[in-house]
């Protein structure tokens, strides 16, 4: 009772403390003071030119106005301000800590984190860009004094050079704007206009922190991040305190290697040039757009941790070098292309018309890129700052609070970069400054008539319902996209938000976790509704891999150097994706990606379909940048290539293509008197292209041009008048505008037909719903490739309608073939059968699953067919971009037999799901082993582990495997060697298989290893294999008297290595029910692990089975430890110890799961309970993925640490990866803490 007395008055004392400096502002301040001032005759030189906002103390006269007018000109008083500082600095530990943090590897300042508040799981440093104070200065002059706040006028106030400070004559003008902090006094009286200052300046700062802090920038980089993979800890892994180098795979960049210097015209899909979209930047009809003059010439600020710098040493060397600072500057001769940064190679390849994603393939006039807090670009966006407050704004007789700078001109000055023509002066306030005014117009001025969505009425309902978490990420949800997109729909625009989840995940934080507002956090996560609107985001989230990796051409004058593809680009194809997956491509035809029914099963199922569609995508057309058929159809020995080619490749004749009888009514007439020509790709033509090429593809009657003729390529000679045939016969091109258009290249007049008839204008005509009514494709099909910047639309729809009509739609009823059915197979089967990406390439090829089947022949290669580069596409899209849970084995719980296809031994007896035991590792020997049931695990009988005894064994070995210590045994001949009785087992001894050798250790075999030794038990390497179905490992045992070895270390169990540099080297581990590893004990020392799996190519598949991590009194040992690529499979099992996964080594645990920050918990398929730690870092990856045999109540929430999702990892308060230590500040907190209680207990 004593004690709660103690507590009870301690509590009371804080909150008086609290109450009385919250209130404490209003007894002691004027309540009409103003925070700026006017100063008139302080003179300084310009290279001591002063910033105000940063200074501690405004010097001159106070100028005061009236709350009314204040509240009327939406002016914030001063004392609001002072009272929402005040509040902000009760916690202000935890803000610096949180928000004002860089990520470590691009951190420019060596101060520690010392609380590691961290961002999204990542280490922190504080960030030397942003601060604490810096923020509140510049918040103080944008909520207290608008954007005509100490102003310079040029009739009432003209600036002069000995001015250092405007005046405050226009902060009443009812056009000035300001930073909303509710600005009425009478909102706080009942706490409400407090929570609308805090979650409006938290909203802010939850945008802030993605689009710069955490990168500790203000300039915009070539191939900036978009996100980071939720697969991984990102930059520094949670468990790393060191700077980690930047890795190229983690940027937006061509293969992760190629950085088109014209980036700084625009990125993530913008044209930073030609803002804004609806070509409307106008304020009072008036046009602001900052003009765009070729010859500007400045380059962006060098990040000393980012960019490349010339000399300075990178540990990894060549290979993995970002690119430099963004520049931009005119063209000085023909053929002056800025090129391409290589990452690899670390050098700039110039002169080269290498194209951005935007199409830019010169950087004239691009010096808009993002700056400052908010990362402001664009010609519209810095036009409005300059309007307000630059050289514009006093030109035009306006206050403007930087007279004599013109930030269209030098938008670089934001950065302090490019400021020698103002005499050197830096403003470093207007990193936030240009910031806070972008939210101020853009987000706070948002209304939308359509939607009826408009941001203050939308903030004052949040707060008013309680900020329900619901409401809260749907309004940071909107709030992000009208910053970033500048609508409130997420339909509203196929542009990406980045980082959108740590955006919502930041904004969460700050008024959950740290201003305590509301109880959102106890409301519970809902599960995943995987529906076409899921995909989408799921999409976004790895649009900087698919445009980088998949919507990438082959440069014809670079050695096939790969560009971002100029004719299929990422946002028309998420806008048709949007078309005929969300709304269908005419009567009731879907293209699939989701199916909510299904729920991940059906989203999986989805991705794979998507998968097969751009494989082929990608070989038809994307490679080639082509949107028309072109000629690759050719006699090799004479290098020629008939021009009747248009009429047919491949054996084929386009015009005579006629659907089936019950469709005939859909084939498009072949008109004989039609007259086309193929469009010729940009990147086909100088400066891209150099060399000679043929003609392109055309359709003519043949009264006036019988004979089509052929071009010679080692001539280069075009001969109309030959009679020359193509494969199919036709010497002539009356008839021929069916080639291949679009995507997929889709080809011949029953394909148009169809397109046409459900789709385009025959669909109008006959009155039914039509996405192109006013397009004809049977009498014009060159209308999809057209110049129209509609059609970067119609060939992404064109082949997502082919595909629909003729993959997703197909059923052979001979062979009770359906392929939706298959999918699904492939699905469930574990995603490893390539027979299937072989049947759909064939169908999309010759309209049959199986070969031979049509009478379509190849002529030059099988690229058409099944070629190995689709199915290469394929398993690359599934694991590298989707990273899908894609197996090697053919059922996750029947191994194949030994030399059928699988790296993993059968077992010789059945496998029965029961719980395995795990016996500790004891000394002597001579004790028996006990077997308690698992803990958390479903309780049934478990076999029997014959115990260890003290019996001296001999060792064993085969001929010809030589013994390479006395207590190391070496088995490498390549045979198969059991263990499985008390004879055939080792004591004192550690087994080397090597060289292809299998181990199989069955019920009463064991292997322990010697005293104190750094050798494991058992130690595979060399493309070995092992399989346990019983018996028990134990690593070396720690003995402190040193009676044998000399290591403190306890040893671990069972090592599967891969030994040399090939991934086919790999060693392979089975485990079933019944088998024990168990790592070393250390009474003195740190544990044995039980089970290490290390380097590429090297696997575990774990179907039961007990892992016990040796006892330590300085750590204990991991029951799994899984490095450098490794992968290991758990399908059941019980594991002692925690888990680590280190160095981009992954591992899979199949059923009903979660996770839950440090803790992975659930049920396997086979009942069995699992509740375990697992640590990551260096990329390691925690993959959860369900199965089909089970039913789960809820959905896994974390992913694609399980499957691919939308929502990357949450942000947690505080780094798990390290020991949590007390720092500076918690220390302080407490001493005060005990020296109040004993003021008031006294």
């Known amino acids: ?157 003209p600036w002069r050079s000995d001015k250092v400070m405007g005046n405050n004559e226009y902060v009443k003008d009812e056009s000035n704007k300001a930073f909303y902090l509710s600005q009425d006094l009478s909102d706080f009286e009942n706490e409400e206009g407090m929570t609308l200052a805090i979650v409006n300046t938290c909203a802010f700062l939850a945008n802030v922190m993605v689009e710069s802090i955490q990168f500790d920038a203000c300039d915009e980089w070539n191939g900036m991040m978009t996100g980071f993979d939720p697969t991984t800890d990102g930059w520094g892994g949670v468990n790393n305190d060191d700077d980690k180098p930047i890795k190229l795979n983690e940027l937006s960049a061509v293969n992760g290697r190629y950085f088109p210097a014209s980036n700084a015209c625009g990125q993530n899909g913008r044209l930073y040039q030609e803002e804004e979209e609806d070509g409307d930047c106008s304020i009072n009809d008036v046009d602001v757009s900052c ?159 359509d939607t009826k969505w408009e941001y203050l009425p939308q903030l004052k309902l949040l707060v008013g319902k309680g900020l329900l978490k619901s409401d809260v990420r749907i309004f940071i949800d909107k709030v992000s996209s009208v910053l970033t997109r500048g609508c409130d729909e997420y339909f509203c625009s196929p542009h990406t938000i980045n980082f959108l989840e740590q955006r919502r995940d930041n904004f969460e934080t700050l008024i959950y976790d740290i201003f305590k507002l509301g109880n959102g956090r106890l409301e519970p996560e809902p599960p995943p509704f995987y529906d076409y609107e899921y995909a989408e985001k799921w999409l976004h989230l790895k649009r900087p891999k698919i445009e980088g990796n998949i919507l990438t051409s082959k440069h014809h004058e670079l050695g096939r150097v790969q560009y971002y593809s100029q004719a299929y680009r990422f946002l028309p194809f998420i806008s048709a994706l949007r078309t005929t997956a969300k709304y269908g491509a005419g009567d009731g035809r879907y293209f699939f990606v989701a199916d909510p029914g299904e729920g991940l099963r059906g989203f999986n199922a989805g991705l794979v379909n998507l998968a097969a569609f751009l494989a082929n995508a990608m070989a038809e057309s994307i490679d080639h940048d082509s949107c028309e058929e072109f000629h690759w159809e050719k006699d090799i020995a004479t ?206 090829a010759r309209g049959c699953h199986l070969y031979p089947c049509s009478s379509y022949f190849a002529v030059e290669s099988d690229r058409f067919l099944y070629s190995n580069e689709k199915r290469t596409n394929f398993r690359n899209i599934l694991k590298l971009l989707f990273e899908l849970p894609l197996s090697e084995a053919s059922s996750p719980n029947t191994p194949a037999a030994s030399g059928g296809g699988s790296s993993f031994v059968q077992p010789s007896e059945p496998v029965v799901n029961r719980p395995p035991t795990k016996p500790p590792t004891v000394r002597p020997t001579t004790v028996q082993l006990q077997t308690p049931s698992p803990v958390k695990s479903v309780t049934t009988n478990a076999p029997t582990i014959l115990p260890v005894t003290a019996e001296p064994t001999t060792p064993r070995v085969p001929t010809g495997s030589p013994i390479e210590l006395s207590d190391i045994t070496q088995w490498n001949d390549g045979e198969t060697h059991v263990i499985n009785s008390k004879e055939t087992s080792f004591l004192d001894e550690s087994i080397v298989v090597t060289r292809g050798t299998t181990f199989l250790l069955e019920p009463g075999g064991y292997v322990e290893a010697p005293l104190n030794t750094n050798w494991p038990a058992v130690r595979l390497s060399i493309g070995s294999m092992f399989a346990g179905t019983g018996g028990a490992i134990n690593g070396s045992y720690a003995d402190p008297s040193f009676l044998e070895g000399e290591y403190a270390d306890g040893g671990d169990g069972l090592h599967i290595n891969n030994g040399q540099s090939s991934d086919v080297t790999g060693s392979k581990g089975s485990f079933f029910d019944g088998v024990v590893i168990v790592g070393g004990d250390a009474p003195i020392g740190v544990g044995g692990n039980a089970l290490y799996v290390n380097g590429f190519g090297s696997e575990a598949k774990i179907y039961g089975g007990s892992f016990v991590g040796g006892k330590g009194a300085k750590d204990n040992g991991y029951s799994i430890l899984v490095q450098n690529s490794a992968k290991v499979h758990v399908y059941s099992g019980s594991f002692d110890g925690e888990i680590k996964v280190d160095r981009s080594a992954e591992i899979i645990f199949y059923g009903c799961f979660k996770r839950d920050r440090l803790q992975v918990s659930g049920t396997f398929p086979d009942e069995t309970y699992l509740d375990v730690s697992i640590r990551t870092s260096y990329g390691g990856e925690i993959t959860l993925t369900a199965v089909s045999e089970q039913e789960c109540e809820t959905a896994p929430s974390m992913s694609p640490t399980n499957f691919p999702t939308v929502s990357p990892r949450p942000t947690p308060k505080y780094n798990h990866g390290d020991r949590k230590t007390l720092s500076f500040v918690e220390i302080s907190l407490s001493l005060a803490s005990m020296l109040l209680f004993g003021l008031f207990w006294i």
């Open 1 to 157: 009772m004593k004690m709660m007395r103690y507590n009870r008055r301690l509590l009371i004392s804080l909150a008086a403390i609290e109450v009385f400096f919250a209130i404490f502002p209003l007894f002691i301040l004027p309540p009409l003071a103003s925070s700026s001032t006017t100063t008139t005759d302080n003179k300084a030189s310009p290279q001591e030119y002063p910033s105000p906002l940063f200074e501690e103390t405004n010097k001159g006269n106070e100028q005061q106005q009236q709350s009314t007018n204040r509240r009327t000109q939406g002016i914030a008083p001063l004392n609001i301000f002072l009272l929402l500082k005040d509040h902000f600095n009760l916690h202000r530990p935890q803000l610096e800590n949180f928000v004002f943090q860089s990520l470590r590897p691009f951190s420019t300042t060596n101060t520690d984190n010392q609380i590691n508040y961290s961002t999204a799981g990542k280490p922190t440093l504080p960030s030397r860009m942003y601060t604490y104070d810096d923020f509140f200065n510049t918040l103080q002059t944008m909520a207290v004094d608008g954007i005509f706040g100490n102003s310079f006028h040029r009739e009432t106030n």
């Open 291 to 449: 003009p765009v003059d070729p010859l500007m010439d400045m380059r962006a600020t060098v990040h000393p941790k980012y960019n490349y710098i010339p000399g300075k040493t990178v540990s990894e060397g060549f290979r993995n070098q970002p690119p430099p600072e963004f520049a931009c500057g005119k063209k000085d001769y023909e053929g002056d292309y800025p090129g391409y940064w290589d990452g690899y190679t670390a050098e700039f390849v110039q002169d080269v018309a290498y194209p951005a994603a935007n199409g830019r393939i010169d950087v004239e006039g691009c010096c808009f890129w993002g700056r400052g807090a908010l990362q402001t670009k664009g010609t519209c966006a810095l036009g409005k700052f300059n309007y307000y407050f630059g050289k514009r704004a006093y030109d035009e007789d306006r206050p403007a609070r930087y007279p004599t700078v013109d930030f269209c001109k030098i938008p670089s000055v934001l950065c302090n970069t490019n400021v020698a023509q103002y005499g050197g002066v830096v403003y470093p306030e207007l990193r936030w400054m240009v910031a806070f005014h972008q939210w101020i117009e853009g987000v706070q001025s948002y209304s939308n008539d």
């Open 639 to 844: 290098g020629r290539y008939a021009i009747s080619n248009s009429c047919g490749q491949n054996g084929r004749n386009y015009g005579t293509e006629s659907c089936p009888p019950w469709q005939s009514f859909m084939t498009c007439p072949a008109a004989t008197d039609a007259e086309l020509q193929a469009s010729i790709p940009e990147t086909s033509e100088p400066p891209f292209r150099l060399g000679p090429k043929p003609p392109p593809f055309q359709c003519m009657p043949k009264s006036n041009l019988p004979s089509s003729g052929f071009w010679e390529e080692p001539t280069n000679t075009l001969d109309n008048n030959a009679n020359y045939p193509n494969s199919y016969g036709r010497t002539d091109v009356e008839g021929c505008s069916f080639w291949g258009r679009g995507v997929l290249h889709t080809r011949g007049t029953c394909n148009f037909g169809k397109f046409n008839f459900h789709v385009g204008a025959r669909a109008a005509a006959q009155n039914r719903p039509s996405l192109y009514p006013d397009l004809d494709f049977c009498s014009d099909p060159g209308l999809i490739c057209s110049d129209e910047e509609r059609t970067m639309d119609i060939r992404w729809v064109v082949g997502m309608f082919e595909w629909i009509d003729r993959v997703q739609d197909y059923y052979d009823s001979a062979l009770d073939w359906n392929y939706m059915r298959e999918l699904y197979k492939y699905v469930d089967g574990g995603m490893s059968d390539d027979s299937f990406i072989d049947k759909v390439n064939l169908i999309l």
